[in-house]
């Protein structure tokens, strides 16, 4: 299965195109299962209830077929590899995913803000001083996503190419001091049904909407890197295409214009 003409212009454009029902649900209603009966069994810890936040929840099953089927049995892989190459994805994302719960809130709904993935923070694993980038995001959603504030995954669309215009000016360990002072576009709250799935680009911006809704968000996310990734990673910075062979049509038919 490979991304169309159309699907790759708007990956370009926005930074991420959506998947629609793209993951079957026998895949969706596993993972479903499997992080329901270790929140079952072994609950949430209150003192990692952070880092489980930033990182993942139920840690122990994230590298079980329930949850990497959802990438490697899918088409979610071969569409990947008709954007960034055949053969081209570093075999280590087959390993885990992030599994990313967003529980309902009493309180008003928190707006979102942007982060690019890769940043130090507290509790997310990332060391202090270091930028730990890659190629490409993918998002699963295993519910449903129907409105706003129910802890939407939120883009700032084509904010992609703003910050690789700053990174050019500024260069890319500029990130290490916040997140780039661009002007921001409106924010976009994707809303999905299970086994919906996004592709967006590393270097997108991206958030968490409050949620207001009654019900638990559960989606996981794959982070892909392109085989030559550490060769290339501070140049892909400024050059976020130089990974994605398969998007040099639509890159070069854009720059044409």
């Known amino acids: 299965m490979q991304l169309t003409r159309m699907q790759k212009e708007e990956l370009y454009k926005n930074g991420l195109v ?4 793209i993951v079957p649900e026998e895949y969706v209603n596993a993972a479903l299962q499997a992080i329901n009966a270790s929140l079952g069994s072994q609950g949430i810890p209150p003192d990692q209830l ?3 936040r930033a990182q993942s929840y139920t840690p122990q099953v994230q590298t079980t077929s329930a949850i990497t089927d959802l990438l490697t049995k899918s088409p979610l892989w ?36 942007p982060h690019i993935d890769g940043m130090y923070s507290p509790n997310n694993g990332v060391p202090k001083g270091e930028i730990r980038n890659f190629t490409a995001l993918v998002g699963v959603f295993l519910s449903d996503v129907p409105g706003p504030y129910s802890g939407n995954f939120t883009v700032w669309p084509g904010t992609h190419r703003r910050y690789e215009r700053y990174f050019r000016e500024h260069g890319p360990d500029a990130l290490l001091q916040g997140m ?20 967006a680009h ?10 207001a809704s009654p019900h638990i968000r559960y989606a996981i996310f794959f982070r892909l890197s392109h085989v030559d990734h550490e060769q290339v990673r501070w140049e892909c910075m ?18 044409a214009r």
């Open 78 to 113: 071969e569409l990947a590899e008709s954007a960034i190459g055949e053969g081209k994805i570093a075999p280590g994302a087959r390993g885990a995913g992030q599994v990313a719960l967003r529980f309902p809130s009493t309180d008003p709904p928190h707006e979102p803000h």
């Open 18 to 21: 959506q998947l629609p029902g």
């Open 180 to 199: 780039p002072p661009v002007e921001l576009p409106e924010p976009q709250q994707v809303t999905a049904r299970a086994g919906d799935a996004v592709l």
């Open 50 to 52: 952070q880092k489980f």
């Open 238 to 255: 400024t050059d976020i295409w130089r990974e994605w062979a398969g998007m040099r049509d639509v890159v070069a038919h854009a720059a």
């Open 202 to 211: 590393y270097q997108l911006g991206h958030g968490i909407a409050g949620n």
